[in-house]
T-cell receptor, first 110, second 117 residues
C-alpha cells in the first residue's frame, strides 16, 4: 500500500484566489510528479521532480508552479485561480518503475 | 514522443467472463515500460501491472495479465473471471527510459468497463 497523501481532497474557490495543493509521501521516493485530469479524460503530466531543489515542467503547459524543498513534500501553487483551472490534480511518486498515486484533489474554480 | 491509443471508450461485460482491454503504443525508444492503472469513480489511480520492453514473458498479477506483442506494439490487459468490483476506468500508460523528454507517464484516453451481474 502506497503512502502518498494529498490535501485538500475537494476545493471550491473563487476566481483570483491563490491556492496551494499539498502532496506528501512517506516512502522516501526521490521522484515526484503532478498530473492534471479533466473529467472523463486522460492524465497529463504538468510537473515533475527528481529530488530536492529539482523541478521540471511536464508535457502539458500549466500556469501552476511547484517546489521541492523536502524529499517528502511537493506542493503545487496557483497564484490566481481561474475557471479554466477546474480539474482533478493527481500527485505521484516513484522509486523505479511503478508510480504510486495519491487520492487526488478535485478543484473547482467559480 | 510517446503515444498511447485505447480504442474502446466503453465496454459492458457479464460477471465472471474474461475481459480484454486493448492498448497500442507508439514510440521510437528501444527501452520503455508499459503500465495499466484502474481508476474507480472515487478518482484514485490504482496500479495493476507493469511490462518492460525487454521482458520476454508476459506479466501477470493475480487475475490480471498483460498480453505483450512487441512487434505489433500492443499491450492488452486481460482480466480473468471479472467481478462487479472491476467496474472502473482503465488506463494504459507508458514511459520511455532512453532519450530526452519529460520523465513521466503518457496515458491513453481510457476504457470505461462496466461489469453486469
Amino acid at each position: 500500500e502506497a503512502d502518498i497523501y494529498q490535501t485538500p481532497r475537494y476545493l471550491v474557490i473563487g476566481t483570483g484566489k491563490k491556492i496551494t495543493l499539498e502532496c506528501s509521501q512517506t516512502m522516501g521516493h526521490d521522484k515526484m510528479y503532478w498530473y492534471q485530469q479533466d473529467p472523463g479524460m486522460e492524465l497529463h503530466l504538468i510537473h515533475y521532480s527528481y529530488g530536492v531543489n529539482s523541478t521540471e515542467k511536464g508535457d502539458l503547459s500549466s500556469e501552476s508552479t511547484v517546489s521541492r524543498i523536502r524529499t517528502e513534500h511537493f506542493p503545487l501553487t496557483l497564484e490566481s485561480a481561474r475557471p479554466s483551472h477546474t480539474s482533478q490534480y493527481l500527485c505521484a511518486s516513484s522509486l523505479y518503475n511503478e508510480q504510486f498515486f495519491g487520492p487526488g484533489t478535485r478543484l473547482t474554480v467559480l | 514522443a510517446q503515444k498511447i491509443t485505447q480504442t474502446q471508450p466503453g465496454m459492458f461485460v457479464q460477471e465472471k467472463e474474461a475481459v480484454t482491454l486493448d492498448c497500442t503504443y507508439d514510440t521510437s525508444d528501444q527501452s520503455y515500460g508499459l503500465f495499466w492503472y484502474k481508476q474507480p469513480s472515487s478518482g484514485e489511480m490504482i496500479f495493476l501491472i507493469y511490462q518492460g520492453s525487454y521482458d520476454e514473458q508476459n506479466a501477470t498479477e493475480g487475475r490480471y495479465s498483460l498480453n505483450f506483442q512487441k512487434a505489433r506494439k500492443s499491450a492488452n490487459l486481460v482480466i480473468s473471471a471479472s467481478q462487479l468490483g472491476d467496474s472502473a476506468m482503465y488506463f494504459c500508460a507508458m514511459r520511455a527510459y532512453s532519450g530526452g523528454g519529460a520523465d513521466g507517464l503518457t496515458f491513453g484516453k481510457g476504457t470505461h468497463l462496466i461489469i453486469q451481474p
